[in-house]
């Protein structure tokens, strides 16, 4: 017998009241429920896998309480990888290619989930969900001209939903990104709603800061509304520290390992003023960047300003790497409201022990990895899939415009049944 | 270790047995034994249409007229001129495939504690495939753009029979000998390379390749699968 997955579509409801016309969903408060949440990077390595136990503990958009259960990895085969990059290409994507990988992709998405489960002793049957963010192979965030006269953003996210709720068994969400995108927004970050649920204390503001190839943070006043929250890209995390060891290592290294090299030169405040000029710095959020601003040329630009100022290669390394502070600690004199009382770090920066010590000297609050708060990061974003699954089946709006730029908050996620 | 080639076909020790010893550094040739495309510049000059052009370069610099970087700078130059930009090389640089068995090779020393990385003779700015493996060192040319993205220039680094060289300053810098090096490389401007490292392998050998060069090294590996360094590192390291 075949059986044939049906794939539901949000209903129009208003964002914070609970359809009524939903069934099959129990209600979901002060029981545990065990999601799995996938998520697959722009790298296109593989799949993540996080079986998260959620309840939902009391009403508003942040009740819930998660627990990570287990989380896997599991590679691309490398022809399936070769395909993706292929399909990411503007030149090479075809759409017969979507067509056949969206089903394939779909089924290593099952798996995983699957692997999931067994990992964390967790029947099929036990599960109430899968949330699955799918592989992206494209997303526009600038608008594009269509009908009416009107500019659109989009998005596109593929791994079929029927596909993995039919071979688990399990009911799936996926594509989220897309009711962000149709409510105006960028469809992205949607981490904050993590951050949100998680991390925020009802007594003291937290800034939950990444510090990857680009700094991004969430800043999250006591006890949050939605509309309370923002998040937005700082500017340089480790890029331009990381370009500007290749280029005056002359390749010989790629990055400053736990930050010696700056911790032997001396930030220069002339140096710094200059690039803190940058307009990024000042333009208010949501806002975005990446290697298109703070990439090779701008490391470029940095070490040929600190030449002129005859400027060690140290104290020009020191100096890069004070300015991922500096912009962090402005960012937040800027546009976090309240100053935060505390600072979590997580991303490749929290290796640089001079980063860390420039960021203690700059900010005006303490710092501490965000693995104090019982999170490892790299399980971070599928844990956040599972959860957007489980707000998804509660009907609860799961988005934070004030991150994503979205004109209201929404319920993203669309439901396959098997 | 002692490599006994009959226990691992399809590599071959042309010396005969091999001693192989946990290296202290991993360095690769880019173009031809990491990714698929034999050679960077050439794949620039065919994409934009500067072949012909820039064999008549490479001509003066074999005889001697121009130096590596007037070379380099000429291939830019004419680049330029047909209004190359930035977005044009980062479309080139994502066209560049992984060699088969080059992803968990890859996965696998990032994890692993000596460093690694890229000793070659093409352009930096193609290496963009290997961003997510996080290479230690990355020796190679490299091109420049100015703020608008237009290409005005490029940084010579590693030219075509320097490996020697350009190894042992690598090998300066991180305070240890060639001899301490694993070298895996596939063609002719490896050969340097392969005379002062420790450990040599010759990967999927370039046909352009010199006779003799094969008993030269210690290792080769004659089928595209980086899957066979893969385990010969393996076994060094683990």
């Known amino acids: 017998m075949t059986r044939e997955p049906t794939t539901s579509t949000r209903e129009e ?48 958009p942040f009740g819930y309480d998660i627990s990570i259960e287990s989380f896997v990895t599991v590679t691309y085969p490398e022809s399936i990888r070769d395909r993706l990059i292929d399909l990411c290409e503007a030149d090479t994507g075809r759409i017969d290619e979507v067509c056949r990988l969206n089903r394939s992709i779909g089924a290593l998405f099952a798996n995983a989930a699957e692997r999931s489960l067994d990992r964390a002793g967790i029947q099929p049957d036990d599960a109430e969900a899968i949330g699955s963010h799918g592989q992206t192979i494209r997303h526009i965030p600038s608008k594009s001209l269509g009908p009416m006269d009107r500019r659109f953003r989009s998005t596109l996210q593929i791994g079929d939903g029927a596909t993995i709720a039919f071979e688990t068994g399990i009911r799936t969400v996926s594509d989220f990104r897309t009711a962000d995108v149709a409510a105006s927004g960028h469809g992205a970050p949607l981490a904050p709603f993590l951050d949100a649920t998680l991390f925020a204390d009802d007594e003291e503001a937290r800034v939950l800061q990444n510090i990857g190839g680009i700094g991004n943070c969430t800043v999250l006043p006591p006890a949050p509304d939605r509309d309370d929250i923002v998040a937005f890209d700082t500017g340089p995390g480790n890029m331009v520290v990381d370009a500007i ?49 703070f990439g090779h040329e701008y490391a470029r630009q940095f070490i040929e300003a600190g030449r002129e100022r005859r400027l060690s290669n140290d104290d020009i390394v020191a100096s890069s790497t004070m300015l991922t502070a500096r912009s962090i600690a402005d960012a937040y004199e800027r546009f976090a409201d309240p100053y935060p009382s505390e600072t979590y770090v997580s991303g490749g920066g929290v290796y640089n022990d001079t980063l860390l010590s420039y960021l203690r000297e700059e900010l005006e609050c303490p710092i501490a990895p965000l693995d104090d708060l019982g999170m490892d990061p790299d399980s971070k974003e599928a844990a956040l899939f599972a959860l957007l699954a489980a707000t998804r089946l509660d009907d609860v709006p799961n988005t934070i415009p004030s991150a994503t730029g979205a004109s209201e908050p929404v319920v993203m996620g669309d439901v396959s049944d098997p | 270790m002692i490599l006994d080639p009959a226990a691992v076909d399809p590599v071959r020790t042309p010396t005969g047995s091999v001693k192989l010893v946990p290296p202290e550094l991993i360095a690769f040739d880019f173009d031809g034994t990491l990714v698929d495309q034999r050679g960077g510049w050439l794949l620039l000059q065919e994409l934009f249409g500067t072949r012909e052009r820039g064999k008549t370069l490479s001509e003066r610099h074999r005889g001697g007229e121009i130096t590596f970087q007037e070379w380099c700078d000429g291939n830019v130059a004419l680049w330029a001129e047909r209004g190359v930009e930035r977005a044009n090389v980062e479309a080139a640089a994502a066209a560049v495939k992984l060699t088969q068995g080059a992803t968990p090779l890859l996965e696998f020393l990032h994890d692993s504690r000596p460093p690694y990385g890229t000793i070659s003779g093409g352009i930096r700015d193609l290496q963009t495939v290997l961003d997510p493996f996080e290479p230690d060192f990355r020796l190679a040319n490299e091109l420049r753009f100015d703020d608008d993205g237009t290409l005005d220039g490029s940084t010579a680094r590693v030219g075509p029979d320097h490996k020697d060289e350009v190894l042992k300053t690598l090998c300066a810098d991180y305070g240890i000998e060639p001899s301490d090096v694993f070298y895996v490389g596939d063609s002719h401007t490896d050969v340097e390379a392969f005379e002062v490292a420790g450990t040599t392998v010759l990967f999927d050998p370039d046909a352009r390749l010199d006779e003799g060069v094969e008993e030269e090294v210690d290792i080769v590996v004659d089928d595209r699968d980086l899957g066979r360094v893969t385990a010969l590192l393996r076994g060094l390291l683990d």
């Open chain 1, 13 to 60: 409801t208003s964002p914070e009241e609970p359809s009524k016309h939903r069934a099959g969903v129990r209600d979901a408060t002060d029981r545990d429920r065990y999601v799995v949440g996938l998520m697959a990077g722009t790298s296109l390595d593989g799949i993540d896998a996080a079986c998260c136990r959620i309840r939902r503990e009391e009403g508003g």
């Open chain 1, 245 to 293: 060891v290749e280029i005056l290592s002359d390749g010989h290294r790629t990055y400053d390992e736990d930050g010696r090299q700056a911790a032997t030169g001396t930030p220069d405040d002339g140096l710094l003023s200059e690039f803190l000029a940058h307009d990024y710095f000042e333009e208010a959020p949501p806002k975005t960047s990446g290697r298109e601003q």
